[in-house]
């Protein structure tokens, strides 16, 4: 059905111009019912998006400020790969203070998201020890030494408790701050991991010893070569990654 599904959203729903940022999706600004919001039109399963989209609710209802789901006129929380979603305004983290506040954030994001269930088609990087694939992920296309060296980061991580995880907080354009609020935007690279992957910030804001920051980086890492392999950036996440 592809943009024609914007319909659904009421007859006067309309695309205004394409925002920037992602890869994975088509992103645009749009009007519904006078307001401006946010559509996304991808090939997710619906069981994905019916994952993010219950994730995004139970947190607007716990207070964050985060890009909650606008139903279709009869009810619908997306339709055939597009969601539409909640305007958030605000600017990127620009000082250690603002990128503290970001850690602040993902904490309670964490807090509220313990035992959590998996997003469906996802693996955590604990279960990649064992399993070779899991949605983006294929260890089987990268070189095996490579794959040593991020089941060995990943290792460290083994018997942590497990939660929400945003997946892709370090980048400031997923992030819109303003006196009030801190929002994260962005939330396809979401699945259940150890909270760890999301607390390696810039000046480590999330105020980590060497030793947990270590373990959080090296995982980070592995996990970014992972996800994006085999592109110029994740080659050099792998190479940030220590030898086994």
């Not at 645009?28 to 946010?38: E, F, M, N, P």
């Not at 619908?76 to 000082?95: A, C, D, S």
Request: proline fraction near 6%; charge should be negative.
């Amino acid at each position: 059905m592809g943009w024609e599904a914007l319909a659904q959203w009421g007859e006067d729903a309309v695309r205004l111009e394409p925002l920037t940022g992602g890869v994975a999706n088509d992103v645009w600004r749009v009007r519904i019912h006078g307001r401006i919001a946010v559509a996304r039109l991808g090939s997710r399963t619906d069981a994905d998006l019916g994952w993010e989209a219950a994730l995004l609710q139970h947190l607007d209802r716990e207070g964050m400020t985060v890009p909650v789901p606008i139903p279709t006129m009869d009810g619908r929380l997306f339709v055939e790969g597009l969601t539409v979603m909640k305007y958030l305004g605000g600017g990127p983290p620009e000082t250690g203070t603002d990128w503290r506040r970001v850690a602040d954030t993902l904490r309670e994001l964490h807090r509220l998201t313990q035992d959590w269930p998996q997003r469906p088609g996802w693996k955590s990087s604990t279960d990649l020890l064992y399993a070779d694939a899991g949605t983006r992920i294929d260890l089987t296309a990268m070189p095996p030494e490579g794959v040593a060296r991020c089941r060995a980061a990943w290792a460290r991580l083994v018997g942590r408790q497990t939660c929400v995880v945003h997946g892709n907080p370090n980048n400031p354009g997923n992030i819109r701050m303003t006196t009030d609020h801190v929002a994260l935007i962005d939330w396809d690279e979401s699945h259940v991991d150890v909270p760890d992957l999301d607390l390696v910030l810039p000046d480590n804001a999330a105020d980590l010893n060497d030793c947990a920051y270590d373990i959080a980086a090296q995982a980070s890492a592995a996990w970014e070569a992972a996800v994006c392999w085999q592109d110029e950036y994740a080659v050099k996440r792998l190479a940030e990654v220590r030898p086994v």
